[in-house]
């Protein structure tokens, strides 16, 4: 067995490396590593010599070699591959608002099936139904309780500046433990006194919270409020929860018979489903019956495809996406073309078209891995600044953060062994 | 072979058709990503005040309280009738609306959402819309209406002829026309004045009435002076309603969505995170672009060139990337804002001063990074190149 010794043609990049390129000069260097490798001859599969890198640790580090050879061009490339991330992150941090923002309301009340109207668009566009189907529904054996909820716009004064805004009314019969939010449970009752309002602390700045005791214009009455709660309005100005007698005064005298929707809660053990079902035969078709799996759906639905806003924020991020494969594509096929000659070097003193390979996709994978870490800091910082701007419900998701780092790694490998291709079809003298 | 009349710059560029190729695919898609940012936001804005610029109209009244055009407030419509008699004022135009109560039953699958109704007089030419002006005369039979065409689908679009509900009552469609969704519309419908009053009677009087309206128009004689017209009406009127012309009207809507809207922050921050992206991608590719050629360059300056001969090789080199990239991305740009517009009917396109806006931003990025990418050889001395 004969030892084949490759030497390097000018001093370890290891020295030079760090002032970058014009004082170092990009040659071969770079890619060898300052300890020549021992290769040896093997025979291949199909019966040709060849040589092959005895273990994947001399190719990591050469592909660490590789990234380290030209600092500032590594730093440059991973910044393209840290931006598409950052943008894919917003993105999809964007478009999971809009759904998050969906079932905020819905995610908080204590319901097994919701009656709603057939005219039901969503909850701030519920349309009405009578009361009396829901004591219909209270009928049945398995349902514990029946609670209507009155839903509407109305104006509403800030007791501060005096701006007015449309925030989102609900309207709840003071008795009914209508939520799982404690605070809202707490002072619950005192909605039984006539124009009094618990408001929700993340409405936006301009519907001015007023402290408890203030008293403020809303519609045609005033309203005191005696009371806090925490859901967040969402893409609305604000929210209120008010008794159901002072819904009606605010809404004009509207009559409670004719509900908006009405929350069903089912004894325990139950089956939603089944009860669902056979509420949905006894009852007429002028309401529906929905379980909580259905309404999340629904909404969902409703807001990602008939909504501008869903819309826009979904071509949002199909945009990010191509950006991202294609600027990654970009920043790692320069990467391996910029270095063809010194692969080509390689092959032709007899490394396999494999192990260079899994050079490459080394490299990628540093580049992946690397790229993906401040992107996803980043994007932690931009979903911060803007819950705390809009307080809309914004966060990074597990589902989300492993699925933009497999795209990302899936992406990088991918573009990486794309441009050896080149090489390979190559005839390593044709690549001098 | 004669050589090429071309500039050095561009023929650097040509040398590698392959390497030009993915540089310029690089720059095509961080300007579309500007440009898809920008047009995300634009197409609120636009959208948001696409009816604003079609009433026929040189000054609005509107409640003093209004501060979007969604949200219902209405002011008695004896204020209009004052304006009437005010010199310079050629003719007033009420326009009434409804948001909330008017719900469009689907023809074909009967779904049942909101819509925006909008009524007028019919002798009144309220919009400069032609196919508008065309129908008019159709709306003068009970229940009939126009419908826009570029209303959701979700709707059923119901085409001349159809026949269905409006708000519990069968309506029939006359005609279509063309004005466009938002961010809280999804749909529009026409009708005349009197049709309104049967459909939406205001439900806290007794006696159906016209009294209150949504939008008061005010066409002034032609040759008036419109804010001299303006001070004198705001003066004369009670404060009850606010006097404004037609961009003070589509300004206040702006500031709404602007300053008091989450989705308007979320446009703007996606439009700065999109500029930043996409001028640092600009940055990236010319930076390893004009790299490639070092060498070219260190060989340039080791035969004599100046530096400046350099910088204005590498300034043009940029230009022309730039531009290069730029006019495929335009088109692109446009094809993604043909589909999104087509998907939500939102208004979504391109004036000059956002193009020249973009344009200059590109070239001024791939000039600077390609300054910043042969620094290297400017300060080095030829022979170190070489090593």
Redesign the interface.
């Known amino acids: 067995m004969i030892p084949v010794r490759v030497y390097p043609r ?1 001093p370890s990049p290891l020295y030079s490396g760090e002032r ?4 170092g ?3 071969s260097a770079g890619l060898l590593p300052p300890h020549p490798p021992t290769l040896s001859p093997e025979y291949r599969g199909d019966g040709s010599l060849g040589y092959s890198l005895r273990n994947d640790v001399m190719a990591t580090s050469l592909a660490v070699r590789n990234l380290m050879h030209s600092k500032a ?1 590594t730093l ?2 991973m ?2 591959v840290c ?2 991330v ?2 894919l992150f ?2 999809l941090g ?1 478009f999971g ?1 809009v759904s998050l923002t969906a079932m905020l309301i819905y995610d908080t009340l204590d319901y097994d099936l919701l009656l709603t109207s ?2 039901y ?1 969503m909850i701030g ?1 519920a ?1 009405q139904f009578s009361q009396r189907r829901l004591f219909q529904a209270e009928s049945h054996p398995d349902v514990e309780a029946v609670m209507p909820l009155y839903v509407g ?1 109305q ?1 509403w004064c800030n007791p501060h500046s005096g ?4 925030v989102v009314v609900l309207g709840i019969r003071p008795s009914d433990p209508i939520s799982h939010v404690p605070e809202l449970e707490r002072e619950r009752p005192g909605l039984a006194r006539p124009d009094t309002v618990l408001v929700d602390r993340l409405s ?1 700045p ?1 519907v001015g919270v007023p402290a408890v005791g203030e008293r403020n214009a809303s519609g045609p009455i005033h309203l005191q409020t005696i009371g806090h709660f925490t859901i967040g309005p ?2 609305e ?1 604000g929210l209120i929860v008010v008794g159901d007698q002072t819904f009606s005064r605010l809404f ?1 005298g509207q009559p409670l018979s004719a509900v908006n929707l009405g929350l069903v809660k089912l004894r325990s053990g139950a089956d939603p489903q089944q009860v669902a079902d056979q509420l949905r035969q006894s009852l007429p078709s002028d309401v529906r019956v929905l379980t909580r799996p259905e309404v999340a759906a629904r909404e969902r639905h409703y807001w990602l495809t ?4 869903g ?2 924020f979904g ?2 991020v199909i ?1 990010a996406a ?2 991202g494969i ?2 990654t594509y ?2 790692l ?2 990467e391996v ?2 270095r063809l000659s010194e692969y080509a070097t390689l092959k032709a003193v007899g490394f396999s078209d494999i192990s260079l390979s899994l050079v490459v996709l080394q490299q990628a994978l540093i580049f992946a891995v690397v790229s993906y870490l401040p992107g996803f800091v980043f994007a932690l910082a ?1 979903y911060h ?2 819950h705390s ?4 419900p914004i966060g990074m998701t597990v589902e989300r953060s492993v699925g933009v780092f497999l795209l990302n790694l899936l992406t990088c490998c991918g573009s990486g062994l794309l441009a050896l291709r080149i090489l390979r079809r190559a005839d390593p003298v044709d690549l001098f | 072979m004669a050589p090429l009349r071309l500039p050095l710059a561009l023929r650097i560029l040509l040398h590698t058709p392959g390497r030009l190729a993915v540089s310029i695919a690089g720059i095509v898609l961080a300007v579309v990503l500007m440009f898809s940012q920008a047009g995300f936001r634009n197409a609120m804005f636009d959208s948001q005040t696409e009816l604003i610029h079609h009433l026929n109209g040189d000054l609005f009244l509107v409640s003093r309280l209004k501060y979007l055009l969604y949200a219902r407030d209405t002011f008695p419509r004896r204020r209009l009738e004052q304006v009437r008699a005010c010199p310079g004022v050629q003719a007033v135009y009420p326009l009434y609306m409804e948001t909330t109560l008017a719900i469009w039953k689907n023809p074909v699958d009967g779904g049942t959402r909101p819509i925006r109704v909008l009524a007028f007089n019919l002798d009144d030419p309220v919009l400069d819309l032609p196919e508008v002006r065309a129908q008019t005369r159709l709306l003068r039979m009970p229940n009939t209406i126009l419908f826009d065409d570029k209303s959701r689908d979700y709707f059923g679009q119901p085409t001349t002829g159809t026949e269905t509900e409006l708000s519990g009552r069968r309506v029939h469609v006359m005609g279509t026309f063309q004005l466009g969704t938002d961010f809280v519309t999804d749909g529009n419908v026409l009708m005349s004045d009197r049709n309104f009053l049967k459909f939406f009677p205001d439900r806290a009087s007794s006696a159906p009435h016209l009294d209150r309206l949504e939008i008061g128009l005010v066409r002034l004689t032609p040759g008036t002076d419109l804010l001299a017209v303006q001070r004198e009406l705001r003066e004369t009127l009670p404060d009850d309603v606010k006097v404004l012309t037609k961009a003070e009207l589509a300004a206040l809507e702006v500031k709404y969505w602007k300053e008091s809207s989450a989705i308007g922050y979320i446009f703007s921050l996606g439009m700065a995170v999109g500029f930043v992206i996409g001028i640092i991608i600009c940055y990236q590719i010319l930076f390893s672009n004009v790299s490639n050629y070092l060498p070219q360059f260190a060989t340039l300056k080791a035969m004599g060139f100046t530096n400046r001969y350099l910088v204005g090789v590498v300034l043009q080199q940029g230009f022309f990337l730039a531009i290069l990239g730029f006019i495929p991305a335009v088109g692109v740009a446009q094809l993604l804002f043909w589909g999104v517009s087509g998907l939500t009917g939102l208004l979504m396109f391109m004036t000059i001063f956002r193009i020249a806006f973009i344009l200059l931003l590109t070239v001024a990025m791939c000039m600077v990074s390609g300054i910043i990418a042969v620094r290297g050889v400017i300060k080095a001395d030829p022979a170190e190149v070489f090593r």
Do not use: D
Request: glycine share 16%; charged share 15%.
């Open positions: 000018s970058g390129w014009g004082e000069g990009e040659t061009r440059v490339a910044g393209g931006f598409a950052v943008l917003m993105q964007f608002t057939p005219n668009v566009g349309g716009r104006v701006v007015r805004r449309s936006r301009e969402g893409f100005a004009g008939s909504t501008s806003t819309i826009i071509c949002g945009v191509l950006f294609v600027i970009q920043v096929s320069l073309t910029h931009i600044v803007t701007v809009t307080k809309l």
